[in-house]
């Protein structure tokens, strides 16, 4: 787990800080009804961010008596919020007003300034999806972007970088929807352009509401992560074979479950203290690591070995 994640999230709030203020102003001084629906977006992008820096913050909390491994995974709450947010409030909202603006025609004025604003939008909007991406090369420096959403257990900049590249997208819509208006002096392609956003942002918003949900029901470590806490377990002599290996993220941490067939030992404290040997081994090795549970078994008559 990435601990740079609230660089990127400070990124992407300064970032849409400045393009709400001039998504606004350029939306009251024109009249686009996508420009709005990008304000709106930015407006909204920023509290997301705030939402997920709390969230860090919660997750941070000591373990307790009610909740003995810690508040690790509060993190995906608030990530899943951000991104019903994101649904009902970026992209349900740009709908309405783009159907609004399609039911009562209202003349796009100054639309050079609102070419203006958006490409200013598209430099600051890019800047942040760099840093964003700066942090995800620094955990994945060989994967591919795609796999990385697919795979990542960081749920808060799984969702900056999926605003990121909504934004963006969002961005090129509206700067097209703007430029027909101008061309041809049909509103409609403004209202247009305000729907085509929300229904974006809803899409992504989907998407990333659809990988935060996994990550709440509990899913392994990352598959790299398990691969290598599996081959590190198989290489310890004290270890005969590996009967099964659970790993669950826990937020920033990993909790690991091993039963395994150990070599013979003399006596039960002798036993005791080959395990004590390879736990603290697993977790200097591995230092997300921060519980481990370890059974010693034997392999049963129709289990199979290595699960």
Known sequence: MNDESPKAIFYALAANFGIAVCKFGAAAFTGSGSMFAEAIHSTADCGNQLLLLFGLKRAQQPANALHPLGSGREIYFYALIVALLLFFVGGAFSVYEGVHRMLHHEPL????????????????????????????????????????????????????????????AGLAIAFCAVLLTMI????????????????????VAYVVAREVKS?????????????????????????????????????????????????????????????????????????????????????????????
Do not use: C
Request: aromatic share 6%.
């Open 184 to 203: 041809t002096g049909n509103p409609m392609w403004d209202a247009a352009g305000s729907i085509g956003v929300g229904l974006l942002l809803m899409v």
């Open 215 to 307: 990550m709440i029901v509990g899913e392994s470590a990352s598959p790299e992560v398990r691969r290598a806490i599996d081959a590190h377990l198989r290489a310890r002599p004290e270890i005969l074979r590996i009967i099964s290996l659970i790993t669950l993220q826990w937020g920033k941490h990993v909790v690991v479950a091993v039963q395994a067939e150990m070599i013979d030992y003399p006596s039960g404290r002798a036993l005791i203290d080959a395990i004590n040997v390879i736990e603290d081994d697993l977790q200097n090795t591995f230092p997300q690591v921060r519980w481990v549970f370890f059974e010693p078994d034997i392999v049963r008559e129709g289990a199979r070995a290595g699960a």
């Open 109 to 168: 004025s100054n639309p050079i300034v609102a070419l203006v604003i958006l490409g200013i939008s598209v430099v600051l909007e890019a800047l942040s999806l760099a840093g964003a991406l700066r942090e995800i090369r620094k955990g994945a420096p060989d994967k591919a972007l795609w796999r990385w959403f697919r795979e990542t257990r960081e749920s808060e900049l799984l969702v900056v970088a999926g605003e990121d590249v909504a934004a963006l």
